[in-house]
């Protein structure tokens, strides 16, 4: 479980990152709203408690569970939707000793293990429609529980991470030109059904969401957030107006967007710290991700590399979805941004996520 480590091969540039956005983003959220700074403080604390911890633990013995974790992912989401807690129109959380707990932030890290176990051990089939087709029945069944809470973004997020570790495991070049070739005209069609009315693809909300984004001077009181979030960002400027800045016509204090200490948080930071500091939390999540995948092709086997890539895709993909939609560039869809967005299960997660990513890479290739 525990193993003789080489104190050199701690990442302590990748933890000085990881320190450095998460404390930006206490600072933002405070901003954003004063009473969420101190539990924010909390979840950092414990983060940093797992992400010691998790850094210690040898990645292969964690492995070892990898059927486990699965199992218990699906259970904790077939567990949202029995017993989980609705908050606008979604039931993605569920109480734990008292304690509000989403556990579809949980699955991503426990899926990216289960994954970087699954194709390691079959990589010599990894082009194959069996193991292909297994592949896609085993994510199927969280994308589908997660999907039906209702939570688009997220079922997004973690296709994307599962196409990453295809990727990464080898999956032929073949086969992945053949599957764009189709997937591509598809996502076209896809696209002008869901502007027809009474189409079957997504909730309400959803389409209008997508049509707000596609011409919001039709339907202003939908594109509202993502209009005064542009301007947030927009009005910031260079170096922004400071944070806690007590004009009465900011974000957080006229309230034109709804809880912009998650999903919006970028809004604040654009606003409050400029177009410096809005660079400053990309160049940050940037150099996280550069530094897993780093890590990821000097790891010691293709299970460290999977669970690298995999948690450099979580943070990359979530970081454009999340800044995406607050400049606009993507339909209005709730994802927190890393490390910066107020909540306590994603935050700590993510530490926990990055303490294994940290113990891969105290465990390098030998040369």
């Not at 209008?208 to 009181?221: F, M, N, T």
């Not at 409050?272 to 780093?294: D, N, R, S």
């Not at 869809?333 to 990055?354: A, D, E, K, N, R």
């Amino acid at each position: 479980m525990f193993k003789q480590y080489q104190l050199r091969n701690y990442n302590f540039r990748l933890l000085f990152y990881i320190i450095l956005v998460t404390i930006m983003g206490i600072l933002i959220v405070g901003s954003a709203q004063e009473s969420s700074q101190d539990k924010q403080i909390f979840g950092m604390a414990i983060g940093m408690v797992a992400l010691i911890v998790c850094s210690l633990i040898d990645y292969h013995f964690l492995l070892k569970f990898q059927w486990l974790m699965y199992l218990l992912c699906v259970a904790l989401l077939v567990a949202v939707l029995i017993f989980g807690k609705e908050v606008n129109g979604a039931t993605r959380w569920i109480l734990i000793f008292g304690i509000q707990f989403q556990p579809s932030e949980l699955a991503k890290v426990l899926l990216i293990l289960f994954f970087s176990k699954l194709l390691s051990d079959y990589r010599e089939y990894i082009n194959t429609v069996r193991l292909i087709g297994a592949s896609l029945i085993l994510i199927g069944i969280p994308l589908f529980l997660v999907y039906k809470e209702p939570n688009l973004s997220t079922t997004i997020a973690i296709t994307l991470i599962f196409c990453s570790l295809l990727y990464v495991a080898g999956l032929s070049y073949k086969i992945i030109g053949g599957v764009l070739a189709v997937v591509l005209p598809l996502v076209i069609i896809f696209f002008s059904l869901i502007v027809q009315p009474d189409q079957p693809f997504f909730h309400d909300y959803q389409q209008d969401r997508v049509l707000a984004w596609l011409e919001p001077e039709k339907y202003p009181d939908i594109a509202y957030q993502q209009l005064n979030s542009k301007m947030a960002i927009g009005s910031g400027q260079l170096y922004g107006k400071g944070l806690d800045t007590n004009e009465i016509s900011s974000v957080k204090n006229g309230n034109f967007i709804a809880e912009p200490q998650t999903d919006f948080i970028f809004a604040v930071a654009g606003e409050e710290l400029g177009f410096i500091g809005c660079c400053a939390i990309i160049i940050l999540l940037f150099l996280i991700v550069l530094e897993c995948i780093w890590m990821g092709r000097k790891a010691r086997d293709l299970e460290g590399t999977l669970i690298c890539c995999g948690m450099g895709a979580f943070i990359g993909f979530q970081s454009f979805i999340n800044i995406g939609v607050a400049t606009g560039l993507l339909p209005n869809t709730g994802i927190p941004l890393p490390f910066v967005s107020y909540g306590l299960t994603s935050l700590v997660t993510l530490f926990i996520g990055m303490g294994i990513v940290l113990n891969v890479g105290m465990q390098p290739k030998k040369y």
